[in-house]
């Protein structure tokens, strides 16, 4: 069975024991966390749609790791002016192990 969930302005498709990469989310490693928005559960032709999310359905994940992915680099140049700008940004990130969907 797959589930959207919500969280932080992204929906993530999961499913149980799957490892999936979020935004960085409170909690240390090992600690249990719960997701409330689920938007979508089901799989195939009998799928429940929540308007806009399902009610007494719930996630719960536990947190494996915290860190930070890979550096992306944005470079700006405007030709003939001498121009040259980079910037880098790493996303600070969380692995969690969906444990129990509750639908």
């Known amino acids: 069975m797959h589930v959207?969930?919500?969280?932080g302005g992204k929906q993530y498709?999961?499913?149980q024991n799957e490892l999936v990469d979020i935004d960085l989310c409170a909690g240390k490693e090992g600690e249990k966390i719960t997701f409330s928005e689920i938007l979508a559960v089901?799989?195939?032709s009998n799928i429940k749609v929540g308007n806009p999310t399902i009610k007494n359905a719930s996630v719960e994940a536990?947190?494996?790791k915290h860190y930070r992915g890979e550096k992306i680099i944005a470079f700006k140049i405007k030709r003939?002016?001498?121009?040259?700008k980079t910037k880098?940004?790493?996303q600070e990130l969380t692995r969690v192990k969906i444990t129990a969907i509750k639908a």
């Open 4 to 7: 959207v969930i919500a969280n």
């Open 13 to 15: 498709r999961v499913a």
């Open 42 to 44: 089901g799989e195939g």
């Open 62 to 64: 536990e947190i494996i």
């Open 80 to 84: 003939r002016k001498g121009y040259r």
């Open 88 to 90: 880098g940004h790493r």
